[in-house]
């Protein structure tokens, strides 16, 4: 238990459905990190947000919008997804944006697109 | 960030240590060396860091060469619980959040 939940664990999505992962964290963190893992591939860092604002944005589709209505909870929204987002989507915390603190992670939503 | 090279897989038997190398022969003064680990269908987990001193907490131990190049993270006695992708990473001390994820090494710990 690191602290970080996410919600839903799993979630299978057509092409043209919206829907959105949910993640929240429970150490009072200000930064909050959205990571990508598709099959066999490293983590790819996603977006970053510090203090309810978005301070990274890594030339990620608009198909996913992230939203951080505060510092506890960060979301990301996802609408006509395509089947190369199959992936493990991870949500993680750090103390402080800038000063590389460790980074928790949470469980992950392993997200599947039909 | 300094690239890292770590092995792709290496065994270990439960009870004995695992000692993980890592090569980060381009690492920069400033930069600090990190390790994670991910346990199959979870997030990765934060495990140790440390700049040129050797470092030990309740999970593992860091040692760093004096030159740097190189480290190696010691499991001083696994267990079946250890089994998992560790990723060394290589990253600046401020200014930045970045975590570069390589391929990592999968032990495998066995009875």
């Known amino acids: 238990e690191t602290g970080v939940t996410q919600t839903p664990r799993h979630l299978v999505m057509g092409m043209t459905n919206k829907k959105s992962l949910k993640c929240e964290q429970h150490l009072g963190h200000n930064a909050m990190y959205w990571y990508k893992q598709s099959a066999k591939k490293p983590l790819e860092l996603m977006f970053v947000?510090?203090?309810?604002?978005?301070?990274e944005n890594n030339s990620v589709p608009s198909r996913f919008s992230p939203e951080c209505p505060n510092s506890s909870h960060l979301f990301l929204h996802l609408h006509t997804l395509q089947p190369e987002d199959s992936a493990l989507y991870l949500c993680?915390?750090?103390?402080?944006?800038?000063?590389?603190?460790?980074?928790?992670f949470g469980p992950g939503t392993r997200l599947t697109v039909t | 960030d300094a690239k890292t090279t770590q092995p792709p897989s290496m065994d270990c038997a439960e009870g004995r240590a695992a000692n993980l190398p890592c090569n980060h022969s381009?690492?920069?003064?400033?930069?600090?060396v990190y390790w994670y680990r991910q346990i199959h269908s979870q997030g990765p987990q934060y495990i140790i860091h440390g700049l040129k001193n050797n470092e030990t907490n309740e999970m593992a131990s860091l040692i760093i060469t004096e030159d740097r190049k190189s480290s190696t993270l010691i499991l001083p006695h696994a267990t079946l619980r250890d089994t998992a992708v560790y990723y060394c990473?290589?990253?600046?001390?401020?200014?930045?959040?970045?975590?570069?994820f390589g391929t990592g090494t999968r032990l495998q710990v066995f009875p």
């Open positions: 993680a915390s750090s103390q402080d944006y800038g000063f590389s603190y460790e980074q928790y």
């Open positions: 990473i290589v990253r600046v001390a401020v200014n930045t959040d970045k975590l570069i």
């Open positions: 947000y510090s203090l309810e604002e978005r301070v």
């Open positions: 381009t690492i920069s003064g400033n930069e600090y």
